[in-house]
Each structure stands twice: as C-alpha cells, then as structure tokens.
T-cell receptor, first 114, second 114 residues
C-alpha cells in the first residue's frame, strides 16, 4: 500500500536537474509532495489530483499520470537550498471522493553540492 | 498567521509509561492528522480528527488514542510505551472542504522511550 519512490538518493551539482518518481499499486485521488530538511517538519510543495495534471512551483514542477498511478517531481537548475528528503504522500479514492489519509513513501534524499 | 504548533518539543519516557502530545492547528483549519516518523522513514498515518470525531485511522494499536477539542486543537495519547514508540510525532492540520486537503505539518515532538 505504501507508494514506492525512486531513486532512494541523488547527488547533484548546483544547476543540474533531477527527477523523483512515486508509484502506487492503488487507484489514487491525489498525490502530495513534501520536502523535509534534517531535524525539521515536512514542508508542502504541491498537490496533484487524479485526472492527470502538471503543476509548477518556482523551478520545481510535478506531473501525475493517472493511467500508471505514478507521479514525478522535476527539479530543474537545482540550488543548494533544494537539499533535503522528498516525500510523496498518496491519497486513495473513496468512491468518487477522497479519504483525507496520506500514505507516504520512504523518501528520496537529495544532496546538492556547490 | 501562526502555523501549526506542537508541544512539547522533546520528551523522554520509560517503558510502560503514558504520554500526551499536543497540537494546535493553523488558524482556520478544522482537521488534525497525526503521524509517526521513525528515523530514516516517511511519516506513518496514525489517525485524523474532524469535528471532535476520529475520521480515519491507520494501522496503529489501541494504545494510541486521540482527542480533538471544540477549538480544533488535538491531543495524541500513547499508553504502555514500548521502545519502538521512539520517534518524531508530527501533527498536520487541514481544512475539510469536500476535496483535496493540503496538510501543513507542525515542528513535531521527538519522543524517546528508554
């Protein structure tokens, strides 16, 4: 039931791009992306709904492929501040509605070096 | 605008003891969710409260119980503590509006069980 994130870890140089994937075996209502820095709370990045869409937030964007039940987070021209652990939280469908219950993946650790 | 607040920030208990953690949601939010995050793992959903009722529950034993007050603040109680209960306990608040709910996390309470 827990979504699977890949890769587990990424090391980048400043300015490089990265993609983080989140796959679920269950039909999803929404996918929520968070970034957590060491010793801090997860910070909300964006939410994607079923129906397939793409969203952007500064140089971070994401897509949701409803057919594959997969979401991808795209980080372009990475900055040092992007370092942290990225989690996807998936929300399953409850009939035509949502459950409000987020199931998180195991996380992807991103390290951006100068 | 105050964000989600939690107290205490750190707590040390011994096996068998009981603990109560507290959470105040973001202003305007009516729903509180609790998560347990073990070191190196993603947050795990414990339960969610709305209108003082438990709306959803994850796979946690009955030793974990909660409460929501009329002012939307919430408590998480854990009885008969085990070593394995050592973790970061996160509270997240949201607005129940019949659609996707963006959850905003508090700083967490770090619990150590000896």
């Amino acid at each position: 039931q827990q979504p699977v994130q890949s890769p587990q870890a990424v090391i980048l140089r400043e300015g490089e791009d990265a993609v983080i994937n989140c796959s679920s075996s269950k039909a999803l209502y929404s996918v929520h992306w968070y970034r957590q820095k060491h010793g801090e709370a997860p910070v909300f990045l964006m939410i994607l709904l079923k129906g397939g869409e793409q969203k952007g937030h500064e140089k971070i964007s994401a897509s949701f492929n409803e057919k594959k039940q997969q979401s991808s987070l795209y980080l372009t021209a990475s900055q040092l501040s992007y370092s942290g652990t990225y989690f996807c939280g998936t929300e399953r469908c409850y009939g035509s509605s949502n459950t409000g219950k987020l199931i998180f993946g195991q996380g992807t650790t991103l390290q951006v070096k100068p | 605008d105050a964000g989600v607040t939690q107290s205490p920030t750190h707590l040390i208990k011994t096996r068998g003891q009981q603990v109560t953690l507290r959470c105040s949601p973001k202003s305007g939010h009516d729903t509180v969710s609790w998560y347990q995050q073990a070191l190196g793992q993603g947050p795990q959903f414990i339960f969610q409260y709305y209108e003082e009722e438990e709306r959803q529950r994850g796979n946690f034993p009955d030793r974990f119980s909660g409460h929501q007050f009329p002012n939307y603040s919430s408590e998480l109680n854990v009885n008969a503590l085990l070593l394995g209960d050592s973790a970061l306990y996160l509270c997240a608040s949201s607005v129940l509006a019949g659609g996707p709910e963006t959850q905003y996390f508090g700083p967490g309470t770090r619990l150590l069980v000896l």
